[in-house]
């Protein structure tokens, strides 16, 4: 039976009100957990919508705990502009590379034009991922993040 009205949650955003209800929900599932000596794979009705949101409370902790949105945001710029250099060293160091073949330079530029590819496509993701997190949830869960921790790392007993 879940502990408030499911639909007042939503995995979209976190808020003041949702944590305290997602912490007590996750103490509740730990308690269970215990009891079973394992997790249910089917979540009690209701409990999907819980679930979500903790799982929304649970990304925007672990970007809190590592500095932020503003300090991932430049990791990660920073990230894939040392990768980008890197790369296209490579690809300079193939186009100078006399003892390479035309074809094997061909199949070696495509491996690196590949990786520059991925590269871009998992920052494009990440950066999303941090845009997708507001402001206020990034606040709201500083504010809570003490209770959070605590919920996380505390021992359960039957």
């Not at 980008?84 to 035309?102: C, D, K, P, T």
């Amino acid at each position: 039976m879940p502990l408030h009205n499911p639909s007042t949650l939503t995995a979209a955003t976190i808020n003041s009100v949702s944590i305290p209800i997602l912490l007590e929900w996750w103490q509740q599932r730990k308690r269970i957990a215990t009891v079973r000596s394992h997790l249910s794979a089917t979540l009690p009705k209701g409990d999907e919508t819980y679930l979500k949101a903790y799982y929304r409370l649970m990304e925007v902790y672990s970007v809190v705990k590592s500095g932020g949105v503003q300090a991932q945001t430049e990791a990660v710029q920073a990230f894939a502009k040392r990768e980008s250099v890197l790369l296209n060293q490579r690809l300079n160091e193939i186009e100078a590379a006399e003892e390479l073949a035309e074809a094997a330079k061909k199949q070696e530029r495509e491996k690196v034009h590949q990786e520059i590819q991925e590269l871009r496509s998992a920052n494009n993701w990440r950066l999303q991922a941090l845009t997708n997190i507001a402001p206020d949830e990034e606040a709201t869960v500083k504010q809570y993040l003490t209770d959070i921790e605590r919920t996380l790392t505390q021992a359960q007993y039957v």
